[in-house]
């Protein structure tokens, strides 16, 4: 039987899209071979035939912001695309802290997001996908979504919040395209033949080109993870008897006490531990706790998976580190007086903890109950840490294969990345990498294109024993992009970290310094954006004296002291003796006449403990690291 209706769009030209104003539209699909394909569009008829592979293409002129409009195409069937909005279209990339959803910050933000009602603000998220042997040339997943309530919670939040800051200036419908994938590094975003021509990544590809090595390395990696799990829990004795570690009346006289937070690295018997390890605490609940209206068990962060009971009942359960443990329960959860409270976490890479600095308590309405301090410990079961996950969507040229090159007929206003952490562990490079891609991205879409990220939040790894300043390197790598590009602009992010969070909460801010570069520099509108840095050092002998520029109001300590660095020689002594004045930061150094001071340095740490500011604009002062004659 002849199949007659062979008309496919992609799905970004779907119900509810953003074109981009002001910039030709172009719009492409499939259909039967040779075949005459017409769309018609707010009042304009085009036409064109589909090629020998069945593609078609064609272009209508720009259009000014508006809408709703409806789009048909007729081929070897007829569809309609109704909802459609003309405004600004921005595509976002990078891993996981670009990823990270409203849900995950909500907190922070709950009553801006509670009232929040965008139906013009639309996100358009493609999921993680792969392409090992070429592009993808249609994109065949994703649909666009408004910023209204039943979707909200997922867009990307520091998307959401850099499309309502232009939303609200411009007033124009926004658009988001959504393509950052978590835990990527930046290879994965580059073209192939980019990468094959440094030379370093052509016996990894081929391999990765091969179906049947992918296939089985999929396989393989299944398999280890699902046997090493099943291990886990088969062999825990408390799972035995029922769960009988799980029980409220049970004798823990034999079980360990330890003080809550703690990382594993710093008690001595769970140095290296893998395997699972159940903790309890008691606690009690009086009768006007249970006049509360909400209740919430928060767990801070955990290394790595957890099972959480409150009084026998499972809880929760979260299978992996970085979701912030917060359990919703009911009061019928909850018993007047003792309750009891047991975890039970996994930990497969030999790196376990309860985080420090994060809130352990039981959330009431208008105070909470403290769960930090003694709680009982008793070791389940012991293996060998698990051999690491392959994740295949951190291949190189994978996610440029499968989700951008799909995107090449969109047109956007330019582009945002948060991306960096995943290639901290060999820092020196990402600035030549980077540098690629971003040439990559705009060829693609045939434009050069605007292109704004983020640098590296403060973070240290809570597991880790030393600062590697690996961060701080790849902060310095990340710098110098912007001076060998045009329209290209970095903004800070390391005053708005948490030390042991790798995903920082405070998207807001990062997304309003992202909208002021966009505003300034893209739209011409609202006061300029320029980061706050060295303009000149000079050494009299007396004192390093360290002239900023782009300064707008006076230089400001933040609660914390900075770190300022000398070299001395060869070896980086930190320096507390400077002060701060309105455009100036003077280190002195009368102390140290008879030396040989060789550099200066600041903000160089994987989690800078303070920062200089500017007190009008509250941009912190950019790290740097910079010779001395």
């Not at 699909?29 to 036409?47: A, L, R």
């Not at 951190?394 to 952490?421: C, D, M, T, W």
């Not at 879409?445 to 590697?468: G, H, K």
């Amino acid at each position: 039987m002849i199949k007659r209706d062979q008309l496919k769009l992609p799905n970004t030209l779907s119900e509810g899209m953003i074109i981009q104003q002001n910039k030709p539209i172009q719009l492409s699909g499939k259909d039967k071979v040779g075949i005459d394909v017409t769309i018609e569009f707010n009042g304009i008829k085009e036409g064109t035939k589909a090629d020998e592979k069945g593609d078609w293409f064609l272009t209508f002129p720009s259009m000014k912001a508006g809408g709703p409009y409806t789009l048909t195409v007729s081929g070897s069937s007829e569809k309609t695309v109704s909802d459609i909005y003309i405004g600004e279209v921005w595509l976002i990339g990078g891993q996981s802290n670009m990823e990270l959803p409203i849900n995950r910050t909500y907190d922070e933000f709950k009553e801006e997001i509670d009232a929040a009602h965008f139906p013009l603000i639309r996100q358009f998220h493609v999921e993680m996908d792969l392409a090992f042997e070429g592009p993808k040339h249609m994109m065949e997943q994703g649909e666009w979504k408004q910023a209204v309530q039943e979707n909200i919670q997922d867009f990307s939040s520091l998307g959401f919040f850099y499309a309502k800051k232009l939303y609200q200036e411009l007033n124009v419908a926004v658009g988001i395209i959504h393509t950052a994938v978590g835990g990527t590094p930046v290879e994965a975003w580059m073209k192939e033949e980019t990468l094959r021509s440094l030379g370093n990544y052509d016996e990894e590809m081929d391999y990765w080109k091969d179906p049947v090595n992918v296939e089985a390395e999929i396989k393989k990696d299944a398999e280890t993870t699902q046997t090493w799990y099943e291990d886990l829990n088969k062999r825990d004795v408390g799972y035995a008897n029922g769960n009988e570690w799980v029980k409220e009346n049970l004798d823990i006289d034999s079980w360990k006490s330890i003080t809550v937070p703690f990382m594993f690295k710093d008690v001595e018997e769970l140095k290296s531990f893998s395997g699972a390890i159940w903790f309890r605490r008691t606690f009690n609940v009086t009768e006007e706790d249970l006049q509360s209206q909400s209740y919430r068990i928060r767990l801070g962060s955990l290394i790595n998976g957890d099972e959480t009971y409150l009084n026998g009942k499972k809880i929760g359960v979260t299978e992996y580190r970085y979701p912030p443990r917060k359990y919703p329960i009911t009061k019928s959860d909850l018993k007047l007086g003792t309750n009891t409270l047991v975890v039970r976490l996994s930990i497969d890479a030999a790196n376990g903890g309860f985080i420090p600095s994060f809130p352990y308590q039981l959330e009431l309405d208008h105070q909470s109950i403290d769960l930090t301090g003694q709680w009982r410990y008793k070791i389940g079961v012991r293996k060998e840490k698990i051999d690491p996950m392959l994740f295949l969507h951190y291949k190189p040229s994978v996610l440029y294969n499968a989700i951008l090159y799909p995107l090449r007929h969109v047109a956007v206003r330019g582009f945002l990345f948060y991306q960096g952490e995943s290639n901290t562990g060999q820092p020196i490079g990402y600035k030549e990498l980077m540098k690629l891609m971003i040439a990559d991205w705009r060829h693609l879409f045939s434009e050069e294109l605007p292109f704004y990220y983020v640098q590296l939040a403060n973070y240290v790894d809570p597991a880790a024993d030393r600062d590697d300043h690996q961060w701080a390197v790849l902060r310095y790598e990340q710098d110098r992009v912007r001076f060998e590009n045009k329209k290209v602009e970095m903004i800070p992010a390391y005053d708005c970290g948490i030390s042991y969070e790798l995903h920082p909460h405070d998207k807001k801010t990062l997304a309003h310094r992202l909208a002021e570069v966009a505003l300034n520099r893209t739209y011409q509108i609202g006061t300029p954006y320029e980061n706050v840095e060295i303009s000149s050092i000079t050494n009299d002998g007396q004192a390093i004296r360290l002239t900023l520029k782009h300064v707008e109001g006076n230089l400001v300590l933040s609660d914390k002291i900075p770190e300022f660095d000398i070299k001395l020689k060869d070896q980086w002594i930190e320096w507390a003796d400077f002060s701060v004045s309105e455009q100036t930061v003077e280190l002195s150094i009368s102390d140290l006449t008879s030396e040989t001071i060789t550099g200066v340095r600041y903000a160089w740490r994987n989690d800078p403990r303070g920062y200089v500011y500017d007190s009008k604009t509250n941009r912190p002062l950019l790290p740097f690291i910079c010779p001395l004659n």
